[in-house]
């Protein structure tokens, strides 16, 4: 691994193209963190999201009460983004019936019947909806891809990452996180 990222867990950010390897390193250095899973927490209350998935189901903030939400904003044609659709898979299978829920919202200029495609042949078990700016400023900003927000289950923003999640990632930080 480049000396930049020597100090990163490895689990959290894996090493995958340079250019958004050098992004998620600047924006660690400028905000002079440690390495945190999901590493940039804050809290704040998000307004009450509302996103219509590919099947025409609304999914809002207010509806998820009592469950942790990740929302991951990502593109077909983004290899870090490739590459963490079967860790949250595995996290959104293992616990949509308890306590945690991933939404995927898609930015892409395709069509949606392509992200559809991409996402079944992909086995995503989330559901996905196609971001344009509207939807994903309900959720924050957008700097590089994957990027994920979570909230907790009162419905505050507590964490935020650039870059690449895992399962174990976001388990070990709800587990560790008092709610």
Not at 20 to 36: Q, S, T, V
Not at 72 to 95: F, K, M, R, V
Request: glycine fraction near 6%; proline fraction near 6%; charge should be positive.
């Amino acid at each position: 691994m480049p000396a930049k990222t020597r100090n990163l867990p490895k689990k959290l950010l894996k090493n995958t193209d340079t250019k958004n390897m050098e992004i998620f390193n600047n924006l660690f250095k400028k905000l002079a963190c440690g390495p945190l899973l999901l590493a940039l927490s804050f809290p704040g209350h998000a307004s009450d999201f509302s996103l219509e998935d590919m099947h025409g189901k609304v999914h809002r903030l207010e509806d998820y009460r009592g469950k942790w939400v990740l929302v991951n904003l990502w593109a077909t044609w983004c290899p870090p983004c490739l590459s963490e659709i079967p860790e949250l898979s595995s996290l959104h299978d293992a616990h949509k019936d308890s306590d945690l829920v991933v939404i995927g919202i898609a930015i892409d200029s395709g069509s949606s019947s392509k992200v559809a495609s991409f996402a079944e042949a992909h086995g995503i078990s989330y559901p996905i909806v196609m971001g344009d700016r509207k939807t994903t400023r309900q959720i924050g900003e957008l700097k590089v891809l994957p990027t994920s927000y979570l909230y907790a289950p009162n419905g505050e923003q507590v964490s935020y990452q650039a870059g690449e999640v895992t399962r174990e990632s976001v388990e070990t930080y709800i587990k560790n996180k008092k709610f």
